[in-house]
Every structure is written in structure tokens, then in C-alpha cells.
């Protein structure tokens, strides 16, 4: 290449903001040279290179705003474990076509049996482009108190919106008053047909009323599951595998009570 063309491509990636396709530009010319490309052939190359490091930077910065408190993925989790579980039914939700319906994917066990698969479908909706936020219950419980103590819990719901997939971790450890509730309730309304949540819990839906109080558990129920994926898992806790405390009866009598 020229080093008047080289000069004048410099200057243009940098006015694009696209470092990439400097870069990208002068590498893949010889290449190209050598292997015949089409002049469309090689632009289309350039392009490429700066695209796909958009995506992936993207993806990158959608998942460190996520929030997660792990990086689990899919191909990390052990089938085995959980022989009921479907793995094409997993591998399906995998592929996001859940968050472009807005709808729900809700993940009960007992602890330990592999809940955390909402962090893998979380990363899997970052990398395909969606905007991710996780939180236990309680963390978004208290996100919506101080938004709703400052007068702008509308705005923050509007805001929250705008991501296209919510997880709430945990749901179930810690029962809520009945205020508390109402603002969980909300946002599982808000969100209702217009994006998607993944919840995860310990206690299987007959018994949510515990958590949210009977004033609001059947409305909440209704919205979760009227567009969702059920996962239910078993067994014994993942935690507690090769060691003695799995066969302790009251760990026993816990993960066969449903
Ligand atoms: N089938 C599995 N294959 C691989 N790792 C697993 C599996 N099930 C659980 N784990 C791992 O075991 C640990 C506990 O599982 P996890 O965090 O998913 O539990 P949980 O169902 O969320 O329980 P809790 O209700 O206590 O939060 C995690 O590190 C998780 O990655
Ligand atoms: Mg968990």
C-alpha cells in the first residue's frame, strides 16, 4: 500500500473512531495482495475486525455492569447432577430467544443444586447484546426503598425498563414486610410483557406467600409465570458433594420435601 493511502486511512479510522480498522487495514493488504482477494473481499475483512472487537468490548462492559458475583457459563455446569434437568431445555433458554419475547425463566432448588445457572444465562444475554442487572431480592427490595423514599420510584422503574434482563437471586431467604412486598410487586408488573426477570428461589411457589405476604402473591405469581420457563431442580447440594454432611439427615429430609 502507499504511504499517502496508509497516511489518509490512519487519519480516517482515527475522525471513525475505529483504531481497528487502521490497524486492520495495513496487516490484512499484504494479505490480501498475496491471496487475490476482491476489493470487496478485503474491505469486508477490515470491517470485520473492528466489528467484532465492538461486539466484544460491548459484551465485556455489559457484563462487568451486571453485577454478577460469579462468572458461571453453561459449558461449566455438570449435567450429571442434575439428571432431571433437560439440557436441551437449558441450552435453549441459552440462546435468548426468551429475552426477545420478554419472558421469564424462574430457576427453585433446594440450596446448592445449581441456581446459579441465572448468572450463565445472564452472560449469555450480555454477549447477545442485552443490558443485565443482578441483584438478590433483598438488594433490589432496598434499591426500590431508596428510590421510592426519594420520590422518583416511577423513574427508576422507567429506568430499569430499559435493561432487557433483570435476575433476582434469592428469592425466599428473607421474608418481607408487606411495603417491601408492594414495591417487589411493582416491579415485577412494571416489567410484565415489556422485558424479561430471571428469579431464582429455595422455596417452591406455594410457598411464596410466606415471602411476599397473601396480599400480593397470587397477583405476582400470575405475572412471573404467564410468559416463563419453570426449571426446577433437585437433589443434593452441588456445595456438599464427596463430603459427609450430604447423607446428615436433615439435609436429607430438606432436598426431598417437595
Ligand atoms: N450441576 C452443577 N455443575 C457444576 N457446578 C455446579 C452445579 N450445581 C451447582 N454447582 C456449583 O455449586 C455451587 C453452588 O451452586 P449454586 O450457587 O448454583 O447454588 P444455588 O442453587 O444458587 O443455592 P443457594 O440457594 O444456596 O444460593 C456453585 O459454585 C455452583 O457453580
Ligand atoms: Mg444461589
Redesign the pocket.
Known amino acids: 500500500m502507499s504511504t499517502e493511502a496508509i497516511k489518509r486511512i490512519d487519519h480516517l479510522a482515527r475522525a471513525l473512531k475505529a483504531p481497528r480498522i487502521q490497524e486492520a487495514a495495513a496487516r490484512l493488504a499484504d494479505q490480501a495482495r498475496d491471496a487475490g482477494w476482491t476489493h470487496e473481499e478485503y474491505l469486508a475483512a477490515v470491517l470485520d475486525r473492528e466489528v467484532a472487537a465492538r461486539e466484544a468490548s460491548g459484551s465485556e462492559l455489559r457484563i462487568r455492569a451486571a453485577g454478577f458475583p ?1 462468572r ?1 457459563t453453561i459449558e ?4 450429571d ?2 439428571p432431571a434437568l433437560r439440557r436441551d431445555a437449558i441450552l435453549h433458554l441459552a440462546g435468548g430467544g426468551f429475552l426477545s419475547e420478554a419472558e421469564n425463566v424462574v430457576l427453585l ?1 433446594p ?7 441465572a448468572i450463565a444465562l445472564g452472560i449469555r444475554a450480555a454477549y447477545l447484546g442485552h443490558r443485565v442487572l443482578f441483584a438478590t431480592a433483598t438488594e433490589w427490595v432496598t434499591r426500590l426503598q431508596g428510590a421510592h423514599a426519594a420520590g422518583r420510584l416511577n423513574a427508576e422503574l422507567a429506568k430499569l425498563r430499559r435493561y432487557g434482563l433483570i435476575v433476582v437471586d ?1 428469592v425466599g431467604y428473607i421474608p418481607f414486610e408487606q411495603d417491601a412486598a408492594n414495591l417487589f410487586f411493582q416491579l415485577v408488573s412494571s416489567r410484565y410483557e415489556h422485558s424479561s426477570l430471571i428469579l ?1 428461589s ?1 422455596l417452591p411457589f406455594a410457598r411464596w406467600g410466606d415471602v411476599f405476604g397473601d396480599q400480593v402473591v397470587a397477583a405476582m405469581i400470575d405475572r412471573i409465570v404467564h410468559h416463563a420457563e419453570v426449571v426446577t ?1 433437585k437433589g443434593s ?3 456438599l458433594r464427596n463430603t459427609e454432611i450430604e447423607t446428615l439427615p436433615s439435609v436429607r429430609a430438606e432436598n426431598t420435601s417437595d
Open positions: 460469579a458461571k461449566d455446569y455438570v449435567f447432577h442434575q432448588g440450596p446448592g443444586t445449581g441456581k446459579t445457572l434469592e431464582t429455595n431442580l447440594s452441588y456445595r
